[in-house]
């Protein structure tokens, strides 16, 4: 039995070594660095999106290019833009549009760190690029978050600086079982004592909740985890459906770290006439998403795009901020009920349930400021927005296309999964 035991030592030695010594093999080559760091002022995600910006002066200006690289013993180069003003540098990677930055779900399982790249012409008698590196200095609020990837790569993403440089990287690893995340949340509009639209004995509420679980299938059979806001009898007639504090269904989005969010409602007009699919967006975006969207849905149900131009950007899709003289009316709205003015900008989008799950980056204002009147978002500050598109998918008000729509659950069901499933990476 003696001899068992010193044998099983001797095993367990040599396993320990072995693991010792191959992770003492696989440590990351230190990277020397530049003495000047790099200021980053602004970090975020949109979707499945990471961006930042930030400043630096450099030594030698004579360049030719500079680039955002990802080292984990090799180097990922990421594209950034840049202005130059003599030895000053500011840069982004897509300041144009705040869901197209590099994609977190191409991360593979590893740290990372995050540096700056300046690459110059060789030297004489060098045959490669001199390159010089520069860490990050995170200068904003956010000293750490933590992005979840699609159901399908189960990854985690910690965003921070814990590290020797200090530089921002990001440490991916694998999500644990009982973390409650979902790729998409669907919120199925109106609900409890507010109906929405009424026709006949047709409801937006019911409708929206029919839409919704087909949905919720055809987008599950795609691959994706889905959440929606309300289930079907959740909330009676004499109930509200609150829009904010915890579980509120401008704050579920967050709360299940869902990338995605989609709103879906009907329209009404007094005019029977008016009719037409409207998708409304967050500014500045690549619009990539919603137009796919309007391509399948009007050509699974045969609905057309709604001839409102109104905030219209391209056909059937809509972004809407706050303008000058609906923040003043908004402002006006809350002196009159003796509110706290929220920070109500031009920035702002002007639907809730796009501008409230995008944080920062959508102009969420819903703060403590009317607690009890109102409620909190407690994520109105966050520099995570969940990417979110708010459907009008027709008018009840118009005869003929409350029989289209009542007639094409499944259709407006697939259309949508469709989109995401080719516009959304796995």
């Given at each position: 039995m003696k001899k068992v035991l010193i044998l099983i030592f001797i095993i367990a030695i040599g396993v320990f070594a072995y693991i010792y010594i191959t992770n003492k093999n696989e440590e990351i080559p230190i990277l020397e660095t530049?003495?000047?760091?790099?200021?980053?002022?602004?970090?975020?995600?949109?979707?499945?999106?990471?961006?930042?910006?930030?400043?630096?002066?450099?030594?030698?200006?004579?360049?030719?290019?500079?680039?955002?690289?990802?080292?984990?013993?090799?180097?990922?180069?990421?594209?950034?833009?840049?202005?130059?003003?003599?030895?000053?540098?500011?840069?982004?990677?897509?300041?144009?549009?705040?869901?197209n930055g590099f994609n977190l779900e191409d991360l593979e399982r590893g740290t990372y760190y995050l540096f700056i790249k300046a690459i110059y012409a060789p030297e004489e008698d060098d045959e490669e690029n001199k390159e010089v590196y520069y860490a990050l200095d995170n200068q904003t609020e956010y000293d750490e978050v933590t992005y979840y990837t699609l159901h399908e790569n189960n990854n985690k993403i910690e965003i921070n600086s814990n590290n020797d440089y200090p530089t921002m990287m990001f440490n991916v690893t694998e999500k644990k079982d009982n973390e409650e995340v979902y790729d998409i949340t669907i919120d199925p509009g109106?609900?409890?004592?507010?109906?929405?639209?009424?026709?006949?004995?047709?409801?937006?509420?019911?409708?929206?909740?029919?839409?919704?679980?087909?949905?919720?299938?055809?987008?599950?059979?795609?691959?994706?985890?889905?959440?929606?806001?309300?289930?079907?009898?959740?909330?009676?007639?004499?109930?509200?459906?609150?829009?904010?504090?915890?579980?509120?269904?401008?704050?579920?989005?967050?709360?299940?770290?869902?990338?995605?969010?989609?709103?879906?409602?009907?329209?009404?007009?007094?005019?029977?006439?008016?009719?037409?699919?409207?998708?409304?967006?967050?500014?500045?975006?690549?619009?990539?998403?919603?137009n796919s969207l309007v391509e399948n849905i009007t050509n699974d149900t045969g609905i057309e795009t709604s001839t409102n131009r109104l905030y219209r950007v391209n056909p059937g899709v809509y972004t809407h901020n706050f303008t000058e003289s609906e923040v003043e009316n908004a402002l006006a709205g809350y002196e009159e009920k003796d509110y706290v003015p929220y920070n109500v900008t031009t920035n702002s989008n002007y639907l809730y349930m796009i501008r409230e799950t995008g944080g920062i980056l959508t102009g969420?204002?819903?703060?403590?400021?009317?607690?009890?009147?109102?409620?909190?978002?407690?994520?109105?500050?966050?520099?995570?927005?969940?990417?979110?598109?708010?459907?009008?998918?027709?008018?009840?008000?118009?005869?003929?296309?409350?029989?289209?729509?009542?007639?094409?659950?499944?259709?407006?069901?697939?259309?949508?999964?469709?989109?995401f499933s080719e516009n959304i990476q796995k």
């Open positions: 530049a003495k000047e760091k790099v200021t980053i002022d602004n970090y975020y995600v949109y979707g499945s999106h990471f961006d930042l910006e930030g400043r630096f002066n450099i030594e030698d200006a004579n360049f030719e290019d500079i680039v955002l690289t990802l080292y984990n013993g090799e180097f990922k180069d990421i594209k950034i833009d840049y202005d130059q003003d003599v030895t000053n540098i500011t840069f982004n990677i897509n300041k144009e549009e705040i869901n109106h609900g409890g004592m507010d109906s929405g639209a009424v026709v006949g004995d047709v409801s937006e509420e019911e409708l929206t909740m029919q839409i919704a679980e087909a949905t919720k299938k055809a987008l599950e059979e795609e691959g994706f985890t889905v959440k929606l806001t309300r289930t079907d009898g959740e909330y009676t007639e004499n109930e509200i459906m609150e829009e904010y504090n915890e579980h509120g269904r401008a704050v579920i989005p967050q709360e299940v770290k869902s990338k995605y969010a989609i709103s879906l409602h009907f329209n009404s007009n007094s005019y029977e006439s008016v009719r037409g699919l409207e998708i409304y967006t967050a500014n500045n975006i690549n619009y990539d998403l919603a969420a204002y819903v703060d403590d400021s009317n607690e009890e009147e109102v409620g909190v978002n407690p994520y109105y500050n966050s520099n995570i927005g969940v990417e979110t598109y708010l459907l009008e998918l027709g008018y009840l008000t118009n005869p003929d296309e409350l029989d289209l729509i009542t007639s094409n659950i499944d259709n407006y069901a697939k259309a949508i999964a469709q989109s």
